[in-house]
């Protein structure tokens, strides 16, 4: 299962509604980050589903055409990963009682095929032969605050540990001493669950948003496409790490070891890009004098830079961006003040 709905609003102006994050050119060869995740979910699972938002069909069939109507499951709107997970095991569960399914995220960047296969098989096999949720965790390479983590301390038993708790963002004191401390990984938000398990932990977890959802599929199943829509509409927008990971006593870690990243803003894009001995990375044609530590990204002109250090330039034809590297998590508020301002043009 593809979760391919984000709008990537920290990549903004290369990020927007009609180009949103997950069918930008970010993978290798210049693929989309979508079809580089299709790519590698073909080559592990028995079928490939992509949940997205209606809004988003057109953009999702442009780059995988070869998904058939029957492998789309469509949110009539954004609500939030414990509906959409939510919407997707209900739909599952009736075509395939006690399927297996895995969430491979359609917005990251990630290599060593192997790896990655043998980690999502060994969460596939985990999930089906325990009856627990799983995860795939990776141990951090340095001391992160924009990622989530998940604390699963012990030895590695039958290919999993045991998770003790989910951990939101952390401040830096903190990432630092799960780094020192050890028994902490990177959540990556790649679950792995036996559908009907899911819908269990919804019904102990999450209660509302189950009931409401069966009627969702209740209204589609009957040919309601409208009453569905408005049933989904009213749910309450809730994260599936929070509702449902956070609480249950039946979650499993599988360690994985592989070059991943959740390229969420644009100095963590930039620091995917080969930098020049001066530490700035370009993509674009530009000139950059006594410039230091900067990331440029032009499209269609020459971009010029004199004396510019830790700064990100984004052009496109009708945005500019510059910010400084320590602010690349703001740009959503420039995304927010559009939205305020009623500037749609711009997103």
């Given at each position: 299962?593809?979760?391919?709905?984000g709008?990537?609003?920290?990549?903004?102006?290369?990020?927007?509604?009609?180009?949103?994050?997950?069918?930008?050119?970010?993978?290798?060869?210049?693929?989309?980050?979508?079809?580089?995740?299709?790519?590698?979910?073909?080559?592990?699972?028995d079928?490939?589903?992509?949940?997205?938002?209606v809004?988003?069909?057109?953009?999702i069939?442009?780059?995988?055409?070869?998904?058939?109507?029957?492998?789309?499951?469509?949110?009539?709107?954004?609500?939030?990963?414990?509906n959409?997970?939510?919407?997707?095991?209900?739909?599952l569960?009736?075509?395939?009682?006690?399927a297996?399914?895995i969430?491979?995220?359609?917005?990251?960047?990630?290599?060593?095929?192997?790896?990655?296969?043998?980690?999502?098989?060994?969460?596939?096999?985990?999930?089906?032969?325990?009856?627990?949720?799983?995860t795939?965790?990776?141990?951090?390479?340095?001391?992160?605050?924009?990622?989530?983590?998940?604390?699963?301390?012990?030895?590695?038993?039958?290919?999993?540990?045991?998770?003790?708790?989910?951990?939101?963002?952390?401040?830096?004191?903190?990432?630092?001493?799960?780094?020192?401390?050890?028994g902490?990984?990177?959540?990556?938000?790649?679950?792995?669950?036996?559908?009907?398990?899911?819908?269990?932990?919804?019904?102990?977890?999450?209660?509302?948003?189950?009931?409401?959802l069966?009627?969702?599929?209740?209204?589609?199943?009957?040919?309601?496409?409208?009453?569905?829509?408005?049933?989904?509409?009213?749910?309450?927008?809730?994260?599936?790490?929070?509702?449902?990971?956070?609480?249950?006593?039946?979650?499993l870690?599988?360690?994985?070891?592989?070059?991943?990243?959740?390229?969420?803003?644009?100095?963590?894009?930039?620091?995917?890009?080969?930098?020049?001995?001066?530490?700035?990375?370009?993509?674009?044609?530009?000139v950059?004098?006594?410039?230091?530590?900067?990331?440029?990204?032009?499209?269609?002109?020459?971009?010029?830079?004199?004396g510019?250090?830790?700064?990100?330039?984004?052009?496109?034809?009708?945005?500019?961006?510059?910010?400084?590297?320590?602010?690349?998590?703001?740009?959503?508020?420039?995304?927010?003040?559009?939205?305020?301002?009623?500037?749609?043009?711009?997103l």
């Amino acid at each position: 299962m593809i979760p391919a709905g984000g709008a990537g609003t920290r990549l903004w102006p290369r990020s927007r509604s009609s180009t949103p994050k997950h069918v930008l050119p970010l993978a290798d060869r210049g693929r989309t980050l979508l079809r580089a995740t299709y790519d590698r979910a073909k080559a592990v699972a028995d079928e490939v589903f992509v949940l997205t938002e209606v809004r988003q069909r057109e953009i999702i069939e442009a780059v995988l055409p070869e998904v058939d109507v029957s492998h789309l499951i469509l949110e009539p709107s954004a609500r939030g990963t414990t509906n959409a997970y939510g919407l997707a095991s209900l739909i599952l569960n009736e075509r395939m009682p006690g399927a297996v399914m895995i969430a491979l995220p359609a917005d990251h960047v990630v290599h060593g095929s192997a790896q990655v296969a043998r980690a999502v098989r060994a969460a596939v096999k985990a999930a089906a032969t325990t009856g627990c949720l799983v995860t795939v965790g990776l141990k951090p390479t340095f001391p992160s605050t924009g990622l989530g983590y998940i604390h699963a301390p012990g030895r590695v038993s039958r290919g999993t540990l045991r998770v003790r708790r989910f951990i939101e963002k952390p401040n830096a004191a903190s990432a630092k001493r799960f780094m020192r401390e050890g028994g902490y990984y990177w959540n990556l938000a790649w679950f792995s669950w036996r559908v009907d398990v899911f819908i269990e932990e919804l019904a102990r977890h999450a209660a509302r948003h189950l009931a409401a959802l069966r009627k969702v599929v209740a209204a589609r199943n009957a040919g309601d496409e409208a009453t569905a829509a408005e049933l989904y509409r009213r749910l309450p927008v809730e994260v599936v790490d929070r509702t449902v990971m956070e609480k249950t006593d039946r979650l499993l870690l599988v360690p994985g070891a592989f070059d991943w990243a959740d390229i969420g803003n644009w100095a963590e894009l930039g620091d995917r890009v080969r930098a020049d001995a001066r530490g700035n990375s370009v993509d674009g044609e530009a000139v950059l004098v006594d410039t230091t530590g900067s990331l440029i990204f032009g499209d269609r002109r020459l971009i010029a830079a004199i004396g510019v250090e830790d700064m990100i330039i984004v052009d496109t034809e009708d945005a500019l961006l510059v910010v400084p590297r320590s602010r690349a998590q703001d740009v959503r508020k420039v995304v927010e003040a559009l939205k305020r301002a009623r500037k749609t043009r711009y997103l």
